[in-house]
């Protein structure tokens, strides 16, 4: 029992308590292996009836049992003495081993100094971004800090806000927005508006906007008129269809509509939009549809007249 702390005492025997540990876990695995491949069998074997036949004409009876039971007694013998060691060398490991590596020699351990140098060290540097991209943050334009929002124009401002509204049907104005007021471009669009490309990125958005949507109609659910233009266009058949909007059942209504009418100069609803245009009052395009100058200003925004027809035949 002595001997761990010895040799833990003297730093010139730290190679004797290396080797010490690799033998008693070797020492452990070929007892354990041992152990189960050692057959133990609890009744003795005995020889066939022909063998003992043979064999009793030359053998006495009291040799042919004391072979037995010396066979037998050699395979428990074994057994025995490999759960023995088995025993001690799990009460070594659990009962002596393990305080004595408390006083292993110091360069078997982590160096305390060295622990508290190297923890002063990384507090005083900055931490370093982790290396995984999925902990990163993106990176901070400097430039983007200082620089200026982009200012969007009435006709920009009717775009930003007709494809914020497309987008998504959960898409809704804050209630907080004054509706007199130009709205923060970063309300309804999914870029910076700091970026010194932001200006490029709105006329993108202004033109797909309209090329997607060529005809969009911002009404009243229960109205005359709304259900009067919805006819129109429905008979048009066009494609793509139109987006049309019940505004009044909206959450946002209270703020969408002052919103339309200060970005159009309309006054009520519906309101009629052909290629990011507003058509007028309802009596203009009343007169348009009886013209036929209705169909034509569809038509050079984007839309194909019977357009759906044809794309449900194909």
């Given at each position: 029992l002595c001997f761990p702390f010895?040799?833990?005492?003297?730093?010139?025997?730290?190679?004797?308590y290396k080797n010490l540990h690799s033998l008693t876990r070797s020492f452990i695995i070929i007892s354990i292996i041992n152990t189960l491949l050692s057959?133990?069998?609890?009744?003795?074997?005995?020889?066939?009836p022909r063998r003992v036949t043979a064999t009793m004409s030359t053998l006495p009876v009291t040799s042919l049992l004391h072979s037995v039971q010396f066979q037998r007694k050699s395979k428990h013998r074994t057994t025995s003495l490999a759960l023995f060691a088995l025993i001690v060398v799990s009460f070594y490991i659990f009962f002596i081993a393990r305080p004595s590596l408390n006083l292993a020699p110091i360069a078997l351990r982590p160096d305390s100094r060295s622990r508290t140098d190297t923890r002063v060290h990384v507090e005083g540097k900055?931490?370093?971004?982790p290396s995984s991209r999925l902990f990163r943050f993106p990176p901070k334009s400097p430039y983007n800090v200082d620089r200026p929002q982009i200012e969007l124009d009435e006709s920009q401002e009717l775009a930003a806000v007709a494809a914020f509204v497309a987008a998504l049907p959960q898409n809704t104005?804050?209630?907080s927005i004054d509706p007199t007021e130009p709205i923060d471009p970063q309300l309804v669009?999914?870029?910076?508006?700091?970026?010194p490309r932001a200006e490029d990125e709105v006329k993108q958005i202004v033109e797909e906007v309209w090329s997607r949507y060529p005809v969009m109609l911002f009404?009243?659910?229960?109205?005359?008129?709304?259900?009067?233009?919805r006819a129109m266009f429905s008979n048009m058949n066009l494609h793509p269809s139109p987006a049309m909007f019940n505004v009044d059942q909206r959450e946002d209504a209270d703020v969408l509509i002052p919103l339309l009418h200060r970005v159009t100069s309309s006054t009520e609803?519906?309101?009629?939009?052909?290629?990011g245009k507003?058509?007028?009052?309802?009596?203009?395009?009343?007169?348009?549809h009886a013209s036929g100058e209705l169909a034509k200003m569809v038509t050079n925004a984007g839309a194909v007249i019977d357009g759906a027809k044809k794309k449900k035949s194909h």
């Open positions: 010895y040799i833990h005492s003297r730093p010139c025997s730290r190679i004797i057959p133990v069998c609890p009744f003795p074997t005995y020889p066939s900055e931490s370093s971004p104005i804050p209630h669009l999914d870029f910076d508006t700091r970026n009404s009243k659910l229960h109205h005359g008129n709304s259900r009067e233009i609803l519906p309101l009629l939009l052909i290629g507003p058509v007028g009052s309802m009596a203009a395009i009343r007169e348009l």
